[in-house]
């Protein structure tokens, strides 16, 4: 019989006896992969996916008989927080301290946002733990120009199975221009670390190639009302709007921008391109706008298809093209730990990095090797606009966003 | 668009903001008009019964705006979830009140306004981890309706919110100046021990007004939804936020005073937003507020600041 | 209002789990321990060891971050708790220091280079960095020296917030506070050259200690915030039981009668605040330096709020109950939660369940907080450590009080009691023409009113005559509209209460303003604020001057005491509001004694008394006037104004309608008429 007083007792004792077999249990043989994600808040669903990707690939070198022989054990911290209601770079820092505190973890996947990435690097850089991100695109990070900031530690450990802003801007302006064939637009941001960044570079490269920029604006996530800001957009009659930044504020923009501006061409990054966008602003409002991501797209590709039905099956809800950055991240983690394990060097997070930064493995998404900051060499920025496809569920990313080709890059 | 028109428009905007915020307000007046409290838990309601509004409509079927209706089930339609909404969000206030509120009624000092913070915490989290914190779309069944004004854009949706934030104003003032229990509460808030000792039933009053002010946010709340056609769990603090500076801006514990300060903060909203940035409006809100409380705490229309320590 | 047994409340479930709480000896039992030297020294140990016997350093960065928290929640214990003012935007604070550090040590604000920086570079304040575009300023300000700097700087902005809330009440004062903490990270965020705005300013750059950098392990960081720690806990103690926190117990507890004991309620207000930010722009420091990053999220409401849950918990006003408080939830956050999250997961996969891999209990923390929040106001509003202390009950020889006869002032220590530095030979006090109004109802209309130096008069009259009102025109609880008002020679109209005070009018109450929570002794202690020097740097470090003063002014405090025979001795240590209510009259004569008055204002000092203790008090007041004290005396009972009074002014409706003896007035017929009716004095229609 369970009196509440025996309880009181009885259930710290189990968490610890837990956590202490937890420890035991992972002792022989395993490594711990870190995996940093913001699962609370307003893109929980697309870091859900994410997660789902990398989990996905990690559980299927374990059944293998794991990296090199060593078994994978996923550490999945979380770092959004509903006080911000997205992610929160300082409980990303936080998360980045515990990992790095933890022997067993040789490296990691994430983070999702750069806010978070910004927080973590100089953390990660001063244990020599290496992280993969699939998604962070703000270029600051992997910049040798900001190398005493974020990488004091001296060595690459921000890696990217996607490009940078330092493309998905410039490139999405260039698409404006050459492809949209728009003469002038309004830019808009969300305060956040990556939507300011990639507002900037859009903006930057579009008063180069001669698009007549008529303002910027910011956006709170936090606040409900955009329509004084739309009206004075209206009413300076743009061709198009750009917004920079993740979905708390681009689901509420596509909706009153619907109502306010509704023929206007409207664009935006990465933040735009998900499944919080479809159900959160859903039909009518969402079809027509524009989204890029810093891959290429290979979720339509037959080639894909059966890895798609996999997950589909896995875990009942379709990947969109990150969690393919995710897996293809996980993989290049277990590829560098099998090489690592395979040389006979003992598998730790330093040779581990070290083996993550001379990869050259081929993946869903093509043929990965990272230059000596960590980023992708094979840099391509896809774009996407929502198209409505009434025979597919409304919510699947995979169905409603066209793939409309590659973003030209700049010469 | 003209200069003239931008402006029109903003005004447009800024009344129909207004509206909502003055229907927010007037909910948080009512209660602190009587009790002298600040209720920090009622803009949390507001967000609550945004999600009852949009479970009522989605229980006649709707979901996003696919369906559309016209006349007759389009009112018969809001008509239904504005009651649904309205009755669930006063019993939200009025358990609020039985449960957290009545024991604290006796202890003095602020412990009974940080008793509503813990509520208000409550709120927001519950429906976080319940629902999840991504925007949901709004059933909506109004049609996309609008007339144009003198190069402003007028939509259906605007007559709506002034409409039903008319009507229920309206209705109010009448039944706190004509009715009987209308003005038991009026003389509760001005002195509640002189009013127990006429015989009046001073618990059932703070119980109607607790019930009166969130059928208002909850009022509010299937406005907002229907307007912005989404709702979050976030919703509450920023709108909150403004319907607040409104109540003490147009002077805590007046009914007329909610009113004129809805308005007057809608308008700086959306004026504000178009001369200088949308991204200093909440800086400019709560400057004024502390600047009211400050020099001139009983507001434009509010009677003298409470002698309360 | 009684308290409801807790069966009828609702949520019997929970009153239950607080009858549990109540009943549970271990917060009972280490309470009294925790401020002992043994309780401190083991602490001390523990804290010292805690580092070393963990090993993990996951945990020891929990436990500084729950340091860093602890000494947050003592500095809004010293706003909230001590001083009684509600603030709902501390994180303002925590913030300003924070980027105070961040700016300096960063590399967000680089100026450029110029002859005016070499002092600097010299002192090793910034360094010259060289730059295509021309060579820049790096600022690399050591985080020893930026600690008491942020303070500083903090505690400025403290003064600034805390300056135009000083005259609101309560609820108000709370939502002033809580925009202030609200436009901090507003302007943060929208501050991008200073701040980096929201996203955040990174590569704070970390400790040095002799040039060892802390790197990124956090024993360090636990030690530095240990000490931290430690050191507000003594601060806090050391303030609390000074003039200072006697001072600003007394304004939370009732700011009127604070004010008119002589406590300057402005500077005592704008000190708490400053030293409460103070201690979070120390802490703002400390925690960005660890963190290395600093952005506009962190510091928001929910932080101000998750603080003040940590005092609620901890016992609001208790330096080791917040410490507690803070600490328990911090690392039920990152720790218990953290783990039995991950232990969830781990089941989850065994087993194959999803939603348990999924579920996230750290998150749930804000809604655990709300719980709290909302347990404690109901249930157990003085929290886990209550701040008051419990008291032997008194012994059945002490409860019986004997009633003092013989009141015998030469056998009193009472040095200086009632002197006058120069002989006044005109009025002690003079008012003359004095009219105060209140809207449109006039209290006082052209009173005119002499008190001879060492007389005792007595002003009489009917209910609503303006007899409290004239106390409070003469002591500045409220402004004259008219006339002017001279003690010892000089003007007093419109000075502030405390002002009054200090020139040597104090006054009791007649519907009594003790200090309900504070002790006897407390009370009167703070009776004699005026008349004690020492201040926060004194109280902090108790020089031998400031340990003669306290000592002193106890001494003192139980001599005045002692008048009342050993009706209030045996009571030193009992709260003011466990006292009969003729021993709270007692209590606030003694208080307004304490503060040497030359002038002592007595309203209604006999009310609710039985005759003997009418008789007892009288006697005691008659000694105390020949002493020397002049005494100014508002009473209904005729017979005791006989007894005491040489001359008599009688009030009515704001009017002065007679004055003389005692004899002359009670036979004067506007007297009788102003008393009984019409009717009385001249056989008419009664007048009610």
Not at chain 3, 353 to 382: K, P, T
Request: charged share 15%.
């Amino acid at each position: 019989m369970l009196s509440r007083r025996s309880l009181i007792v009885q259930l710290p004792a189990a968490t610890l006896a837990g956590s202490v077999a937890l420890r035991a249990f992972a002792a022989d043989k395993t490594v711990t992969i870190g995996i940093d994600l913001p699962l609370t808040g307003a893109d929980a669903q697309s870091a859900q996916k994410i997660k789902d990707g990398a989990i996905m690939a990690i559980d299927e070198a374990n059944e293998k008989g794991g990296a090199g022989g060593y078994k994978l054990n996923p550490l999945v911290l979380d770092d959004g927080t509903a006080t911000a209601g997205q992610y929160d770079p300082a409980q990303a820092a936080t998360n980045a301290r515990k990992m790095v505190s933890d022997d067993t973890v040789v490296a990691a996947i994430g983070p999702q946002m750069s806010g978070s990435g910004k927080a973590m690097s100089p953390i990660l850089s001063q244990g020599n733990l290496a992280t993969i991100t699939p998604s962070s695109t703000n270029p600051d990070i992997t910049s040798p120009k900001f190398a005493g900031q974020y990488r004091p530690g001296g060595k690459a450990i921000y890696f990217r199975t996607v490009t940078t802003d330092a493309f998905q801007g410039p490139n999405m302006a260039n698409y404006y221009a050459d492809t949209l064939k728009v003469k002038s637009v309004y830019v808009l941001d969300d305060s956040g670390a990556y939507g300011v960044g990639i507002a900037d570079t859009f903006q930057a490269q579009s008063q180069k190639r001669g698009l007549n920029v008529l303002g910027r604006d910011q956006l709170n996530p936090k606040e409900a009302d955009y329509t004084t800001v739309l009206t004075k957009i209206k009413s300076l009659n743009p061709d198009s709007l750009y917004y920079g930044g993740v979905a708390q504020a681009g689901v509420k923009l596509v909706k009153q921008s619907y109502d306010i501006v509704p023929t206007i061409v409207k664009g935006g990054g990465d933040g735009m391109y998900g499944p919080e966008v479809l159900k959160g602003a859903g039909f009518p409002a969402c079809a027509g706008w524009y989204a890029t991501i810093a891959a290429p797209h290979v979720l339509g590709d037959p080639a894909v298809a059966e890895w798609t039905a996999r997950f589909t099956k896995k875990f009942g809800e379709p990947p969109e093209d990150y969690s393919i950055t995710a897996y293809d991240a996980a993989n290049v983690i277990i590829d560098a730990i099998a090489r690592v394990a395979a040389s006979g060097k003992p598998v730790n997070r330093d040779n581990v990095r070290d083996a993550i930064q001379s990869t050259k493995l081929k993946t869903l998404q093509g043929e990965i090797t990272f230059d000596e900051n960590g980023d992708l060499v094979n840099k391509v920025i896809s774009v996407f606009q929502i198209v409505k496809d009434d025979t597919k569920p409304l919510d699947d990313v995979a169905y409603q966003y066209k793939y409309m080709g590659v973003a030209p890059q700049s010469a | 668009m003209n200069l003239e028109a931008v402006y029109l428009q903003q005004l447009i905007n800024g009344l129909s903001l207004g509206a909502m915020y003055a229907l927010l307000a007037l909910g948080f007046t009512l209660v602190y008009g009587i009790l002298e409290l600040i209720n920090f838990a009622h803009f949390n309601v507001f967000m609550v019964s945004s999600f009852f509004g949009m479970w009522a409509l989605e229980l006649l079927g709707l979901s996003g705006q696919a369906v559309v209706l016209t006349g007759l089930p389009l009112a018969g339609a809001l008509l239904f979830a504005f009651i649904v909404t309205m009755t669930l969000a006063g019993c939200l206030g009025v358990a609020i009140e039985r449960l957290a509120l009545r024991p604290m009624r006796a202890v003095r000092g602020t412990a009974a306004m940080i008793t509503t913070i813990g509520v208000s915490y409550i709120l927001f989290n519950v429906v976080l981890l319940t629902v999840g914190a991504d925007s949901k779309n709004y059933p909506n069944p109004m049609p996309n309706v609008s007339w144009a004004l003198g190069g402003a854009t007028l939509r259906l949706r605007e007559v709506l919110i002034w409409g039903i934030t008319i009507v229920l104003m309206v209705g109010l003032q009448l039944f706190v100046s004509r009715s009987r229990l209308g003005k038991a509460m009026r003389a509760t808030a001005q002195d509640a021990e002189a009013a127990r000792m006429m015989g009046i039933d001073v618990d059932r009053v703070i119980v109607t007004a607790f019930f009166l002010g969130s059928a208002l946010a909850g009022a509010a709340a299937l406005i907002f939804g229907l307007y912005y056609n989404y709702t979050s769990f976030v919703i509450g603090y920023s709108a909150g936020l403004r319907a607040f500076t409104a109540a003490v801006l147009g002077g805590i514990g007046s009914v007329s005073g909610a009113m004129l300060g809805g308005v007057i903060i809608g308008l700086i909203e959306s004026l504000g937003g178009q001369l200088l940035a949308v991204r200093w409006t909440d800086v400019i809100i709560f400057s004024i507020l502390v600047l009211v409380l400050v020099f001139a705490p009983s507001g434009l229309l509010g009677r003298a600041a409470p002698n309360k320590s | 209002m009684p308290d409801k047994d807790l069966t009828e409340r609702p949520l019997g479930m929970l009153g239950a789990s607080y009858a549990w709480l109540r009943r549970a000896s271990p917060i009972q039992w280490i309470a009294p321990y925790a401020g002992s030297r043994l309780g401190i020294a083991g602490l001390t140990v523990a804290a010292l060891l805690f580092p070393i016997v963990s090993g993990n350093d996951a945990n020891i960065d929990s436990a500084a971050n729950a340091l860093a928290f602890a000494a947050l929640a003592l500095g809004l214990n010293i706003v909230v708790g001590f001083a009684g003012l509600l603030d709902l935007g501390y994180a303002a604070f925590f913030a300003i220091g924070a980027y105070t550090y961040g700016a300096f040590a960063s590399y967000q604000i680089e100026p450029a280079w110029s002859q005016f920086w070499v002092p600097f570079q010299w002192l090793d304040l910034v360094a010259r960095v060289p730059d295509p575009g021309g060579d820049l300023v790096h600022f690399q300000v050591s985080f020893w020296l930026m600690l008491p700097v942020s303070a500083a700087i903090a505690a400025l902005f403290g003064v600034l917030f805390g300056a135009p809330t000083l005259r609101l009440k309560g609820d108000y004062l709370a939502i002033v506070t809580l925009g202030f903490g609200e436009i901090v990270p507003i302007v943060a965020r929208n501050w991008p050259s200073v701040t980096n705005g929201a996203m955040g300013l990174n590569g704070v750059a970390q400790p040095q200690l002799f040039g060892w950098k802390f790197g990124i392990g956090a024993t360090p960081y636990y030690y530095v915030g240990a000490v931290l720690v430690a050191l507000l806990i003594f601060t806090s103690l050391r303030l609390k039981s000074s003039r200072i926190g006697r001072a600003w117990m007394a304004i939370r507890e009732d700011e009127v009668a604070a004010a008119a004991m002589g406590i300057n309620r402005v500077k005592f207000k704008l000190l708490a605040f400053a030293i409460g930010a103070g201690f979070a722009g120390a802490t703002g420091t400390f925690y960005v330096a660890k963190l290395q990053t600093a952005t506009p999220e962190m510091f928001m409401f929910p932080v101000s709020v998750m603080i003040l849950v940590m005092i609620v918990f901890g016992g609001i006003g208790s330096v080791w109950g917040v410490v507690l408080g803070a600490m328990i939830l911090q690392i039920l956050q990152s720790w218990v939660l953290e783990d039995l999250s991950q232990w969830l997961h781990a089941i989850g996969r065994l087993i194959h369940v999803d939603w348990l891999q999924r579920i996230e209990l750290a998150s749930s923390i804000e809604l655990i907080f709300g719980f709290i929040l909302v347990a404690m106001m109901l249930y157990r509003r003085e929290g886990l450590i209550p701040a008051t202390r419990r008291v032997q009950g008194l012994t059945l020889a002490q409860q019986a009080a004997q009633v003092g006869t013989g009141f015998a002032p030469e056998r009193l220590n009472l040095a200086g009691f009632g002197a006058h530095d120069r002989e006044t030979d005109g009025a002690l006090l003079d008012i003359d023409g004095l009219s105060v109004r209140f809207g449109g109802l006039v209290a006082l209309h052209r009173v005119a009113l002499q008190v001879p130096a060492r007389s005792v008069v007595a002003v009489i009259g009917p209910n609503g005559s303006g007899k409290s009102t004239l106390f409070n025109a003469v002591t500045g609880l409220v402004s004259a509209d008219g006339g002017a008002i001279r003690f010892a020679g000089r003007d007093i109209a419109g000075l502030p209460p405390h002002a009054v005070l200090d020139r040597g009018i104090a006054r009791t109450f007649q519907n009594l303003r003790l200090f309900p929570s504070l002790t006897v002794l407390e009370n009167v202690m703070i009776g004699m604020h005026a008349r004690l020097a020492t201040g926060a740097v004194g109280a902090l470090l108790r020089l031998p001057g400031t340990r003669r003063e306290e000592e002193a002014a106890r001494e003192r405090a139980l001599a005045i005491l002692e008048i009342f025979g050993n009706r209030l001795v045996p009571r030193l240590d009992h709260t003011v509001a466990s006292l009969s209510y003729a021993n709270r009259r007692r209590v606030e004569i003694a208080r307004a004694l304490a503060s040497h008055p030359k002038l002592l204002l007595l309203d209604e000092p006999t009310a609710g008394m039985n005759p003997a203790e009418t008789h007892e008090l009288a006697d005691q007041i008659k000694g105390l006037h020949r002493l020397g004290l002049t005494i100014l005396l508002i009473e209904h009972k005729l017979d005791v104004v006989v007894d005491l009074a040489q001359h008599v002014v009688v009030l009515d409706h704001g009017d002065k309608i007679a004055e003389g003896t005692p004899d002359a007035v009670r036979r004067d017929e506007e007297v009788i008429r102003a008393y009984l009716g019409r009717s009385a004095s001249l056989g008419g229609a009664a007048v009610a």
